[in-house]
């Protein structure tokens, strides 16, 4: 394979689990939109469906060494920051 095809596939690779990324981000903005507690059984379950999914393509990725550990990492950390503002938001709605 050569470097510029393998440079692509890396390309491609990392290009492809962002949009993953951020659908879940925004399923996550939708509920800080509406300021909807996540609490609903439903949410609960596609949004770990949906971050236990995209954990294991990163997975994957890294494996296949399409993805740097750091990178995949780093996308994962962003949408645990987005799920912690939304349930900070949430939790600020409740007490007022």
């Given at each position: 394979?050569?470097?510029?095809?393998?440079?692509?596939?890396r390309?491609?690779?990392?290009?492809?689990?962002?949009?993953?990324?951020?659908?879940?981000?925004k399923l996550i903005q939708v509920q800080m939109d509406h300021l909807t507690m996540p609490?609903?059984?439903?949410?609960?379950?596609?949004?770990d469906t949906q971050?236990?999914?995209?954990s294991r393509e990163i997975d994957f990725a890294v494996r296949l060494g399409l993805v740097d550990e750091k990178d995949g990492k780093a996308i994962l950390d962003r949408l645990e920051?987005?799920?912690?503002?939304l349930h900070e938001a949430c939790t600020k709605k409740r007490e007022k």
């Open positions: 394979m050569t470097s510029e095809v393998a440079v692509n596939y390309e491609r690779a990392y290009s492809l689990l962002q949009a993953d990324a951020d659908k879940i981000v609490q609903c059984p439903l949410y609960e379950e596609v949004l971050m236990f999914g995209l920051r987005e799920l912690s503002a």
